[in-house]
């Protein structure tokens, strides 16, 4: 491109940049951060410092700050025609407060006028205008700088701009625009320096490619020697990519490079750390450029080669193995190691704690607790005190390689050290305590919290609320979100639906007032959503369905349905089995039937596939219709598509069959059922016994009586009940009792002897005298031993109206008798259709 073209393509190019993209880049202003080679190039030149002075420049810098672009446009115009003759430097300050801003459409309009006047522009200035456009975004115009720079050879040297171009082309994420930086670089023949490998090694990280990042270090070692800072780097990125492995053996080359003195690091006035050590240009690999930006080269991180071992000198080697290899070893004393310790090098010892801090933080991610305390020995062995920032890392590694009450006793260390922990921090306790279900103690640390950008500790705070239904703690939690103006998500409001959209229930059925209640909770609820922009999600449409239902707001439920509906189950069926299977789970416990009915072939029509939890609630909606004939058909559907019927499906039938008073059929069924080898339970035999109890059927009860005990199926306190009701109502008191004692007994134990292997609880709940022994029977009760406490009160009760106290269900004749009579009947293959005993 030839200088006028060039000069042509600035007109064009600065008048066609919108004012929109102006302000944008306008508005975050920043620092400028140089390449090591540039700050050392110019020589004592502190081109970031603004000049103090009223000339011109300083005026229209001013205007700049102020946001008078006119004003400013005018002044650099009216500059431009009094001020003769001009040079570069009456610009410097301009492109100072340009580079900083960062101004890339002024620097533009600058970058005109020097052409117009004729004003050759210095090497400083061309930086400055590079880091303004690099900052700001405009990276086809840096490019096209680039490009005609190297064309005309006016300025050098170029490979500090192209590291400079490259590394605003890493921190805007674009993979295209390095590959184009990297293509320029060839074209120039500038090669490559530790800074070029350094910014390679972030586009690696960037794509995620560990391969690529072992293929940079194996080619960086071949053309230098090892240096502090690189190492550091390439710490970082094994670290970021999970290879703690090779993190850790680098980690061990920058120990040995600190022990034996080689450091050379230095800052530049604007605070960045370099290496003072001469960076020799070496050819530029396009090969290496293209393994890092290709994504099809990426390859699993097994397949990674580990960064080779350094060499050691003896001396270095015999200092730091044992304190690498045994950290624990606390006698070991070295005299390199306090050597490092007498050094004080306050950039060295940065350095090196910010790399123990990244592989601990690794650490945390792979729930690798013993690296992490293996580092933190090392750190404290090399002189270095952990920072709050080490003692995050190791919180979050402890907490998930261990348990809450080990993150609670770092935190204790944090502060006997005078540490203040770090919000995060201290959420990430929080969430370890939540999921603990410590919820005291995860509220305390929630409470120490003075800012919070995130949700997450609250939910799952919020979360562990909801399982142990404590919601006067969930609103506190909530109100303290609200208090450090912590936004809530997706996730906070489905937790809030399931909290607090029901208000009687489980405890007691909805009614008029809880109903209302519930109606202005999910109004509030839903508000606050509108209010921070959130839409419902599935599973926040699932709790309030969920809530709806269990208050028996039946209305509500089917309109949040059609909401459901037009939200996600027209757009992808496939998430409206679930909802439907709620919906139709209320609306038959409702005993709203024909609504279910209706609803079900909706569901059927709209796409969504019937489970097997579908199938079961519409048979026991035939169950509430007494239809046997419809539940049939349906389980006939169901096994055609696929679906096996369970234990609950069976005992629906039977129920249906009961209620008709079909107790033939019934049996007959139950027979096939426990032939066909389908796991029984307790529900299905009381079943049976709740209808024979009712109708007076002794024959049906001793019948199932003694089946439970052959399939080993234990009783529950409702079999307890009917069979002590159907012997009571038919004048069998006696009888009535000791099968009360046998049941019981099996109740406690599947085989009945619980008496024999405990005779304490004969003497001290049973025959016990005192009344307060009954108030120790009940204690048992918040042991969740609900079984035993009712088992030794019917004990009790029976010995108390004067019936002796049967040790073993064996023993018992009721029992024998049960045996006798299903043996006879089975040897001479009689059934129980119609007969009575």
């Keep these: 491109m030839h200088m006028h073209g060039f000069r042509a393509w600035v007109a064009l190019r600065s008048i066609s940049i919108c004012k929109s993209k102006w302000h944008h880049h306008h508005s975050h202003e920043g620092g400028i951060q140089f390449s090591r080679n540039l700050t050392t190039t110019t020589t004592g030149s502190n ?16 205007a700049l700050r102020s946001g008078e672009r006119r004003k ?19 610009f410097v300050d301009i492109f100072k407060y340009c580079a900083r801003s960062p101004d890339p459409l002024f620097v533009m309009e600058m970058w005109r006028l020097m ?19 690099c900052n700001g975004g405009y990276l086809e ?38 590959s184009k930086c990297l293509d320029l670089m060839e074209k120039l023949m500038v090669g490559k320096s530790e800074v070029t490998y350094t910014e390679l090694v972030k586009l690696a990280v960037l794509q995620k490619n560990l391969p690529a ?45 600190a022990i034996g003195g080689n450091i050379s690091i230095a800052r530049t006035v604007n605070g960045k750390l370099y290496s003072t050590r001469l960076d020799i240009p070496v050819p530029l690999n396009r090969e290496l450029g293209s393994t890092v930006l290709d994504l099809k080269e990426t390859k699993q991180p097994d397949s990674c080669i580990c960064p080779p071992s350094m060499y050691f000198p003896d001396s270095i080697s015999a200092s730091i193995g044992p304190q690498i290899i045994r950290v624990g070893n606390k006698k070991a004393k070295n005299s390199k190691i306090d050597g490092l310790n007498g050094q004080k090098h306050p950039l060295l010892m940065k350095i090196l704690r910010w790399s123990f801090n990244d592989i601990i933080h690794g650490c945390a991610k792979q729930k690798n607790y013993a690296l992490a305390r293996k580092l933190m020995l090392q750190m404290q062995n090399f002189g270095l005190q952990p920072s709050s920032h080490t003692y995050d890392g190791i919180v979050r590694a402890v907490v998930s390689g261990r348990s809450f009450r080990h993150g609670m006793r770092v935190l204790e260390k944090m502060q006997q050290k005078n540490l203040k922990p770090y919000d995060p921090t201290l959420a990430t306790l929080s969430i370890s305590c939540s999921e603990a279900m410590q919820l005291d103690l995860a509220e305390a640390l929630l409470n120490r919290i003075s800012k919070c950008l995130y949700p997450h500790p609250y939910n799952a705070l919020l979360a562990s609320c909801d399982a142990l239904n404590q919601p006067e703690r969930a609103v506190r939690v909530f109100a303290k979100m609200k208090q450090i103006k912590v936004l809530p998500n997706i996730r906070t409001y489905e937790l809030l639906f399931s909290l607090f959209g029901i208000v009687n229930a489980p405890y007691e059925d909805g009614n008029m007032l809880s109903q209302v209640d519930a109606a202005k909770r999910i109004n509030a609820i839903e508000r606050d959503m509108a209010k921070n922009g959130i839409q419902h999600s599935h599973l926040s449409i699932r709790n309030l369905l969920k809530a709806l239902g269990q208050e028996g707001m039946m209305r509500e439920l089917i309109q949040y349905l059609h909401v459901a509906e037009n939200l996600f189950i ?22 709203e039937c024909h609504m279910a009915i209706e609803i079900f072939k909706k569901m059927k029509l709209c796409g969504c596939h019937p489970d097997s939890e579908t199938y079961n609630i519409m048979i026991d909606c035939c169950s509430v219709l007494s239809c046997y004939k419809s539940a049939s058909l349906l389980i006939s559907v169901m096994i055609r598509e696929g679906f096996c019927p369970m234990t609950c499906t069976y005992t629906t039938l039977i129920k249906i069959l009961l209620e008709n008073e079909n107790f033939n059929e019934a049996l007959n069924l139950f027979e096939r059922v426990r032939l066909d080898g389908i796991q029984l339970d307790v529900l299905l035999f009381n079943t049976f016994l709740r209808k024979a109890c009712y109708q007076g059927r002794i024959d049906v009860i001793e019948f199932i009586v003694e089946c439970m005990h052959r399939e080993k199926i234990q009783p529950n306190p409702a079999t307890c009940g009917y069979v002590f009701s159907a012997y009571v109502n038919s004048g069998f008191h006696n009888t009535a009792i000791e099968a009360l004692q046998v049941l019981s007994l099996r109740m406690m134990s599947i085989d009945g ?29 918040e042991d969740s031993e609900d079984v035993l406490v009712v088992g030794l009160l019917n004990l009790r009760w029976s010995v108390v109206v004067g019936f002796p106290i049967c040790e073993s269900a064996d023993q018992s004749l009721w029992a024998k008798r049960l045996e006798l009579q299903f043996l006879k009947k089975r040897l001479v293959g009689s059934s129980l259709r119609g007969e009575q005993l």
Aim: with cysteine.
């Design 72 to 90: 400013a446009s005018e002044l650099l115009l009216d500059f431009g025609y009094k001020s003769h003759p001009l040079t570069s430097d009456d």
């Design 115 to 133: 052409e117009l006047k004729d004003v050759s522009m210095n090497y400083i200035c061309f930086v400055l205008m590079m880091q303004a456009l």
């Design 47 to 62: 081109f970031m410092e603004p000049v103090v002075g009223s000339s011109i420049q300083m005026q229209i810098v001013k």
């Design 141 to 178: 115009e840096a490019f096209n700088m680039m490009d005609f720079l190297g064309e005309s050879q006016r300025l050098h040297p170029l490979l500090p701009l192209c590291n400079s171009l490259l590394r605003s082309c890493t921190e805007m994420q674009s993979i295209i625009q390095a």
């Design 570 to 591: 027209y757009r992808n069926p496939s998430l409206g089995t679930d909802m439907y299977n709620i919906v139709l789970h209320y609306l038959v416990e409702a005993k």
């Design 753 to 781: 002897n619980i008496l024999r292997q405990k005779k304490n609880f004969v003497d001290e709940f049973i025959l016990a005298e005192d009344l307060a022994d009954e108030s120790h029977i009940l204690k048992l009760f």
């Design 213 to 257: 990042v072992h293929l940079i270090w194996q080619e960086y070692i071949k053309h230098y020697s090892m240096s502090i800072l690189p190492l550091r780097k390439f710490i970082w990125s094994f670290t970021r990519l999970g290879d703690l492995k090779s993190a850790y053996k680098t980690l061990q080359q920058m120990v040995s490079l």
